[in-house]
């Protein structure tokens, strides 16, 4: 009788072993397409195709231990847009918070930022504070809460909160003098 045998040649009933060998290697798989990789990562977007390429492969590292890759290009296609739709949505709040910070400090005016140890003084002002005027100032200032919301929160009236902002304020400004 005779032996009966897949669409690819191989017999039924072959062991997972022998199967698993006759898979092409990671190392393979990248030199059969990471050329065409990168020329469609050029054609469709403008990021660095390399680093998409690079680790598009690393991302495909487990599904290629566990043998689970039955369209390596189509796979391989469909993890690298993602990437680079990822890598774009990045940069474009990277772009975003950047013009923010520009807006914030007038940098296009000519005014500097402050430089990190400005920043480091600020902070520690902050965390030296009382928590009474701490907490106000954590709400007010950055989370972007109104008066009356922080007093909501802390269960106080508006006129407390808007004395230890004023409070607080004030104590800040005497520790970045000092």
Same mark, same amino acid.
């Given at each position: ?8 040649? #191989?017999?039924? $009933?072959e +062991? ?6 006759? #898979? ?23 990021? +660095?195709? +390399?680093?998409?390429?690079q !680790?598009?492969?690393i #991302?495909?590292?487990?599904f290629?231990a566990? /043998?689970?890759?039955?369209h390596?290009?189509? *796979? ?5 847009? /993602?990437?680079? #739709? /990822?890598? *774009?949505?990045? !940069?474009?709040n990277?772009?975003r918070?950047?013009?923010?910070l520009?807006?914030?400090? +007038? *940098?296009a005016? $000519?005014?500097d ?7 480091l ?14 907490d106000?100032?954590? *709400?007010?200032?950055?989370? $972007?809460?109104? /008066? ?8 106080v ?11 607080a304020?004030?104590?800040?400004a005497?520790?970045?003098?000092d």
């Open positions: 009788m005779a032996e009966q045998s897949t669409p690819i040649g #191989r017999p039924i $009933g +062991d997972s072993a022998a199967a698993q060998d006759s #898979r092409p290697s990671l190392a393979t798989l990248f030199q059969l397409h990471a050329r065409w990789l990168r020329a469609l990562m050029l054609r469709h977007y403008d990021i +660095d195709a +390399d680093d998409v390429v !680790e598009t492969y #991302r495909l590292a487990p290629h566990a /043998n689970e890759i039955r390596p290009q189509a *796979l391989l296609a469909r993890v690298a847009h /993602n990437l680079a #739709r /990822n890598k *774009l949505r990045a !940069e474009a990277r772009r918070i950047t013009s923010a520009e807006r914030q400090y +007038d *940098l005016g $000519g005014a930022a402050p430089d990190q140890l400005e920043a003084l600020f902070k520690q002002a902050i965390l030296s504070l009382p928590p009474i005027f701490r106000v100032m954590v *709400l007010s200032r950055f989370t $972007g809460l109104s /008066n009356t919301q922080v007093a909501e929160r802390l269960g009236s508006v006129k407390t909160v808007e004395w230890r902002l004023t409070r304020l004030a104590l800040c005497k520790q970045l003098e």
